[in-house]
């Protein structure tokens, strides 16, 4: 069993190695700079666009409540945990490499959900279901490159970031945090998912609409009340960021030192963890968008990796550095609730807020991938596999409390990083289609905004 788990870690090793990290990023760059630096120019056009209500198009939920879908999936313990493996394997640095995937991914995350719009279908039950899947079948014209992304989407739904690891991090913040048995967060866990997924995308959507947007403002706020309490200390962060990325980081306290290479390989591939551009996550939540635009969506959906990297894990990235947490000899969520306890003064309030910001954030992430999962097993065996696949998901939530993981995180991991490969075939293929319609669109929207000058 151990040569099992060694080898599936050098598989992973690969998996996420240099190559993978390279193409990732690299796509993000070519495609900021064919859409003239889109996420740059139109990030102000596309945070207004959130928030606006198309009163035109197709689709089964507001674009809003699409983008809280998405974040409901992304924003969870990669954003706590992440950030703090980051940091504690690369140095401060890591926090600056993660800047400059996540900008450079929200022209990914933009390209994948204008796609996803573009070329979604109705299913069945006349809900709308596009994808990675989708566009690689009616737009590349692989019926074999999306079944590969299907099969290995869903095999992260059940097996990997939308079960057990959000699963683990719930019952064991419950059982630290509040002193509650494992067994019964586990049936209270599985009873509060069934009650939510049940009811499709709606039902789904809703409840992130609310959670979400809720849970990151209190957990912003957190970050921000240790950054205003260490004011003094947050230029200091912010330059020692900068210049670790482009140093060698020395040993210093309970942190091993890092070499540059580190610095960028861990916050490359812990940002796009975290926000998952590239991945082909994302646009399964943003073909269900009501709306009339395929670049309106994109844009409203890259701004999902601004509030996701940008934001969030910036908040706790500074948090662990300007209190010193990365030094020390924790790592993960221990390593990133001591930072708040030692940033706020509180031996209780500051591990309460990393707790509740733990479940919340994954159990709106089992929410998110629970219904990708579910899009998955459409395409793959049409609208009747849905409540059967339901069922097994209830099962893997419930059994999660029960299972020995290290093995099944790994295989996870390289399930993970084997989506993005067709999924990234897929953006580089249609680049002509993303770029057309980019121009179009904006092309239109001049002459309109032109004309309406023109007769006041």
Known sequence: ????????????????????????????????????LIQFVHLPAALKLIFKKSES?????????ALCTALSATIGTGNIVGVATAIKLGGPGALFWMWLAALFGMATKYAECLLAVKYRKTDANGQMVGG????LQYGVGSKALAIMFA????????????????????????????????????????????????????SIAKVAGKVVPTMALLYIIACMSVLVLNSDKLLDAIQLVITSA??????????????????????????????????GSAP????????????????????????????????????LILTGAWQGDLAGAAMTTQAFATGLNSETLGPLMVSVGLIFFAFTTILGWNYYGERCVVFLFGTKAVLPYKIVFLGLVLSGAFLQLDTIWVIADIVNGLMTIPNLIGLIALRQVVAQETQSFFNSFRTDKLATTATQ
């Open 1 to 36: 069993m151990q040569n099992l788990h060694s080898t599936l870690v050098t598989i992973d090793n690969f998996v996420w190695g240099p190559p993978l990290l390279i193409l990732l990023v690299g796509t993000g760059i070519y495609f900021t700079f064919r859409l003239g």
């Open 57 to 65: 198009g197709t689709g089964d939920v507001s674009s809003f409540a």
């Open 132 to 135: 990675p899947m989708y566009y």
């Open 151 to 202: 099969v290995f989407a869903l095999g992260v739904a059940c097996f990997g970031i939308g079960t057990f690891p959000q699963v683990n991090a719930i019952l064991d913040a419950t059982e630290l945090s509040f002193g509650v048995p494992r067994i019964t967060s586990a049936i209270v866990l599985t009873i509060l998912v069934a009650f939510v997924t049940l009811g499709g995308i709606q």
């Open 246 to 279: 482009f140093s060698q980081a020395a040993a210093t306290g309970g942190f091993l030192g890092a070499s540059i290479m580190l610095a960028i390989q861990s916050g490359i591939a812990r940002g796009v963890f975290s926000n998952e551009s590239g991945l």
């Open 284 to 319: 399964m939540a943003a073909a269900a968008a009501k709306t009339d635009s395929c670049v309106k969506q994109g844009l409203i959906s890259m701004t999902g990796t601004f509030f996701d990297t940008i934001i969030i894990c910036t908040m706790t990235g500074l948090t």
